[in-house]
Every structure is written in C-alpha cells, then in structure tokens.
C-alpha cells in the first residue's frame, strides 16, 4: 500500500530548493531539466549515472549509390569508434562517460561491437520496404535490450547516437511519412555538400521512395502505422533507438536526445507512447532542415535546446557534451548550500 505520508516528487522539489542559496529562476533550463530527471526517478538524487549508445547500421540506398559515400565507411568508423578515436568517444573518454557501439546492421561479416546484426544493411527504398517486420522487430528488441540490461546495472540517464552513411536520408523518409511534411522541410545536406543540385537530387529520391511506399504506410492504430513507416522507409538504427527509447519510459529513466537522427526516433516514439515527452531531454540544434519539426513532435522548442552550436556530426556528439552538463548541474542543485547557512557566515 502506497505511503499517504509521500509527497509527489513535484511537492519534494518545490520544499527542497526553496531553501537553497539560489535565485528563483537564475539558472533557467537548468534547473527545468534537473526537476524533469528527479520527476521521472521518483526521487531527488545529485547522482546520474549515465551511459552512452551508439547505434551503428548500413542503409540500402547508400550501398547501391544512390545517396551519400562509400558505405563502408560505417564499418571503419565504428571499428574506429571502439578504439576510441571518434569525436564523440573522445567526448566520452574525457568526461568519464561509458559508451557502446551496438551492430544492428553494418554491411561486414563479422559483428563489430555488440553484435546485435539484423543484416548487413537493409534494402534500397527506392525499391524495396527497408526491412522486413521481422527484421524491424530485431532491431527494435535489441534496442529496448540495451537499456534493460544498464538498468539492471545502475545506469539511470541514457544518452543514444548513430552512425550509418544515408541515415539522414532515412530519417527524412521517416520524417515526412510520420507529420506528413514536403521533403523540401525534412531534408538537409547531411555529410553532402549544401549545393542546390545535390539537395534537389536528395529530395527528389524520397519524394520518390514515400510515392513508392504510401500505400504501405498507412494503419488505423498509430503505434502500427509508425512500425510501418519505419520497417519501410527507415533504418535499423533509427528502429533500435526507437525501441530504446521507449523501454527508457517503461523503466523510467531520462534519456538525452542527440541530432536529426535521434529526434526522428524520437517523434517516432511519441506517436507509439505519448509519455515519452516526461523523459526526453534535449541536447544540441542539429543544422539539419527538419530537426526542428522533428523535436517539435516531442514538445521541445527550440528555446528549450541548450547547445546551439550548429552541429551535424552524429555519433551523439552533442548528447554526450549534455550528459556532463546535467551532471554537473544535478550535482550542484544538490549540495548547494542554503540562505540559512549563508546568513551564519
């Protein structure tokens, strides 16, 4: 039986910083982003322990040459990101932040990281749905996986990231499918130059590929109709960050949003669970087109967004760079001291 005698969370943070040697206000996002955290534990607590996923996977369209580079890349980036090399697993070395690379679908033989591999890329969508709903229920499984298995360790803020040469692309797809959006407002240049041929090019194929795929992406239950838009137009890892996303919410601990990939996932999450808005976090405004509209599914302005460095680099760059600011806050609005014991001075 619950104790009467407990206040809600919200009561216990309104008698626990009013004392404290703040200005009401002063420090802003902060202290809203310290409030949503201990709102979603249950409890006040100055101690985040965090982990960083990154989820790595090929995309189709990018293997046959239609978007972006030489797929291969992922591989030796994320190969590159397991020994630490990367911008955002320097983020994490240096600011003690734990972090995995997961292969849910890297084009290569073996499995690099956690082997968590679905297949080695999915389909063209010019062509073909990306996966099949077996392959989208894999992917999704083992990103709710992860989170279960930090849980069960301690961890109790995540943080996601990406990597997967067209996975803009993708997300674009997605994007446009899930608000019903022109590509002209979801797609950006991505790891493309920003020249208008190559941008009308980019467009032209998912304005070509949700042609292709309307009439599969439709469903009268939301939660379906979003399985639907990814499995067809989406990648593995936007479908494991999906999946992370939402076992954040059943298991209640905040999770950090990164760039454009991440908050497609994300927009994607909260049309399968609407209290995904209590648990995510934002961290940095991606300069591509559509993160704006991307983070607006999920409630998050852009007044809302703490870092506005103009960032595109994926990885979760910029969620790594917001983990340590929030833990460095969290710790503060704990063991701040308060006016009583200032005024002894």
Same mark, same amino acid.
């Not at 990018?62 to 291969?72: D, K, L, S």
């Not at 939660?223 to 992370?244: M, N, P, Q, S, Y």
């Given at each position: /039986? ?24 002063? +420090? =802003? ?30 995309? =189709? ?21 397991? +020994? =630490? ?30 082997? %968590? ?39 109790? +803020? ?48 998912? %304005? ?37 996303? +939402? ?56 007044? /809302? ?8 680099? =994926? ?31």
């Amino acid at each position: /039986m619950k104790d009467k005698s407990v206040l809600p969370i919200e009561e216990q943070l309104n008698r626990f910083l009013q004392p404290k040697c703040l200005i009401p206000g002063g +420090l =802003g996002l902060w202290e809203e982003y310290f409030r949503k955290i201990c709102t979603a534990w249950g409890e006040i607590s100055g101690e985040i322990r965090p982990q960083h996923i990154i989820f790595s996977a090929d995309n =189709g369209c990018n293997m046959e040459g239609y978007v972006g580079y030489n797929y291969e890349v992922t591989q030796k980036q994320s190969r590159n990101m397991l +020994l =630490g090399r990367s911008s955002a697993t320097q983020f994490c070395n240096f600011n003690n932040i734990p972090y995995e690379v997961v292969d849910v679908g890297i084009a290569s033989d073996d499995g690099i990281g956690v082997d %968590r591999k679905v297949a080695k890329g999915t389909k063209n969508i010019l062509n073909h749905p990306a996966m099949t709903e077996d392959e989208f229920n894999s992917a999704f499984q083992s990103g709710y996986e992860r989170v279960e298995h930090y849980v069960k360790q301690g961890i109790n +803020l995540f943080s996601f990231g990406e990597m997967g040469l067209g996975n803009t692309t993708t997300s674009a797809c997605v994007l446009s499918a899930l608000t019903g959006a022109d590509p002209t407002e979801t797609v950006g240049p991505g790891s493309w130059p920003n020249k208008p041929d190559l941008m009308k090019r980019k467009i032209d194929f998912v %304005r070509a590929v949700l042609d292709k795929h309307k009439a599969s992406i439709v469903s009268d239950s939301e939660v379906e109709r979003v399985r639907k838009i990814v499995a067809h137009v989406g990648g593995f890892d936007i479908a494991a960050i999906l999946g992370a996303m +939402l076992a954040c919410v059943e298991f209640k601990k905040p999770f950090v949003i990164d760039g454009f990939i991440t908050s497609v996932a994300a927009a994607c999450a909260v049309h399968m669970n609407e209290r995904i808005t209590d648990y995510a976090l934002p961290s940095h405004h991606s300069r591509e087109k559509g993160t704006e509209l991307a983070l607006a599914e999920v409630d998050i302005t852009q007044d /809302m967004v703490p870092i506005q460095a103009h960032m595109s680099m =994926g990885e979760g760059t910029g969620a790594i760079l917001m983990v340590q600011m929030l833990k460095t806050t969290q710790h503060m609005f704990v063991n701040v001291g308060t006016f009583a014991d200032l005024m002894k001075l």
